[in-house]
Structure formats: C-alpha cells, structure tokens
Nanobody, 120 residues
Framework: QVQLVESGGGLVQAGGSLRLSCAAS????????MGWYRQAPGKQRDLVAR???????YYADSVKGRFTISRDNAKNSAYLQVNSLKPEDTGVYYC??????????????WGQGTQVTVSS
C-alpha cells in the first residue's frame, strides 16, 4: 500500500508564492512520473505539472513561467513552487504518482489534496 501526503497550501494574496510538497510512503520499490493537479470549485481536476524520474517536465500553458515542479527521488517526494499567484490559481492541489510496489504491482495513488486560495 502506498500513501501520499500533500502540504504547503494556504491563503495568499495575488502575486504571492507557496511551495507545495508531496511525500510518498509505504511499499515503494520505485516511483515513476509525479504530477500535480488542480481542481477549482465546480470544475474538473486538471494536470498542472508533471515530472519524470529523470527530470523531464511538462507544464500546463496557464502556469508556464510561474510554477516549477521538482522531485527528490531519495525522499520519494515532489514539490511545486508556485509564484506570481493569480486568483484563478485557486483550488485544491492534488499529487498523483506512478509507483511500482515492492510486490511488483503498479499503482497510481492520489493524495488528499491541499487547498490554495488566492485573494485579489
């Protein structure tokens, strides 16, 4: 079993910054791509950024130049530095990772989410 825990959300003014963290634990053999998703109120959950184990990154157009995804493979963790926040960045941010378990299974768990609220 694999668990994800996100942290780092909060209430910030427009233009502010936050650093979101995602830590994976449990029966982990290896972790592949790690991603951050955002779900705004009343909307679907959308991919914001994704990083491969080797460090290749993808960003949604709406966050390019403002958000930076990174990971620490030794700590089974991913991070999302969010800068120049806008009110439209408000939402619950979820972490999702692809994991090979010690039992040889491939799972893709989600964390519980961390709320980011940006005031204008």
């Amino acid at each position: 079993q694999v668990q994800l825990v996100e942290s780092g959300g909060g209430l910030v003014q427009a233009g502010g910054s936050l650093r979101l963290s995602c830590a994976a634990s449990g029966s982990i053999f290896s972790i592949g791509p790690m991603g951050w998703y955002r779900q705004a109120p009343g909307k679907q959950r959308d991919l914001v950024a994704r990083i491969t184990r080797g460090g290749d990154t993808y960003y949604a157009d709406s966050v390019k130049g403002r958000f930076t995804i990174s990971r620490d493979n030794a700590k089974n963790s991913a991070y999302l530095q969010v800068n120049s926040l806008k009110p439209e960045d408000t939402g619950v941010y979820y972490c999702n990772v692809d994991v090979v378990t010690t039992g040889g299974h491939i799972v893709s768990p989600w964390g519980q989410g961390t709320q980011v609220t940006v005031s204008s």
